[in-house]
């Protein structure tokens, strides 16, 4: 009976070695978001350079890259969302700052597809099929050579196959991911007007009107989530807020110009 509580003891020390792993990898990206972070707090600067803003955070997608494919690599697919939430809050964050990036460079909303190109490099699996079509279209070339190459991917197709996980973000995080970024814009609208920036905050406003009329599609029983539809909500109502006084504010001054 010793016996059985011993081997309980031992996949107890194991599973916390392998969080720890997890956590290691999670502290390193949290170091990366605290940077971007900063960066972009300066868009709330006057007359900041929202060019260049975007230029240095781009910077840190590779770094976020190599964050995320240790993350992937070393969680199996069989015990994936049991892990995920460890790093789920991490990912929505870096999904909003590429989304606010996006937005400042194109005025347009980035896909989920996208960001995944951007942040999620092939799985190992992917890459050792690729290299198998390669072999295949040079079978004339050195076959004695090629079937050893064949044979020693065979094996590592093998040992892989348990730790295959398919790259991709949850949707939930996504959208979190919007609608922290739709916080940041209704900050960012309110402070163009102090800068006297007067079109961006009809563009913002766009924009939020758009993804509302999307997020009304959708219906989602997580309450969590519709928590944070309220956010949202909050934000666009301060944006509608802005324009309804800008558009005042331009009423008023064409009354006092057609008086004289």
């Known amino acids: 009976m010793i016996e059985i509580f011993q081997q309980f003891n031992q996949e107890i020390e194991e599973e916390k070695n392998f969080q720890q792993t997890i956590k290691t ?46 993350l992937y690599s070393i969680i199996p697919s069989n015990k994936f969302f049991k892990y995920y939430s460890f790093f789920k809050k991490f990912s929505s964050e870096i999904i909003s700052y590429i989304l606010l990036v996006h937005f400042f460079e194109t005025g347009d909303l980035l896909t989920k597809e996208e960001i995944e190109k951007l942040l999620l490099q092939p799985d190992t699996q992917e890459c050792i099929n690729k290299e198998s079509n390669n072999i295949e279209e040079e079978k004339n070339e050195k076959k004695e050579e090629l079937q050893k190459q064949l044979q020693i991917k065979e094996k590592v ?104």
């Open 157 to 260: 197709q093998i040992s892989q196959t348990n730790k295959k996980t398919k790259r991709n973000f949850q949707v939930y995080d996504y959208l979190i991911g919007i609608i922290s970024m739709s916080t940041e814009l209704s900050r960012y609208c309110i402070n163009c007007v102090r800068s006297q920036e007067f079109e961006l905050p009809f563009k913002i406003g766009e924009f939020l009107n758009n993804i509302n009329s999307g997020l009304k599609l959708l219906n989602f029983p997580n309450k969590q989530f519709n928590k944070h539809l309220g956010s949202f909500n909050y934000s666009l109502k301060s944006v509608e807020q802005v324009l309804y006084d800008l558009q005042k504010i331009q009423q008023f001054k064409e009354i006092l110009l057609t008086q004289k």
């Open 25 to 70: 990898s999670i502290v390193q990206g949290k170091k990366i978001a605290r940077q971007i972070r900063i960066i972009l707090n300066d868009i709330h600067s006057k007359n900041s350079d929202i060019e260049s803003i975007c230029k240095k955070v781009k910077e840190f997608y590779s770094p976020l890259s190599l964050v995320f494919d240790s």
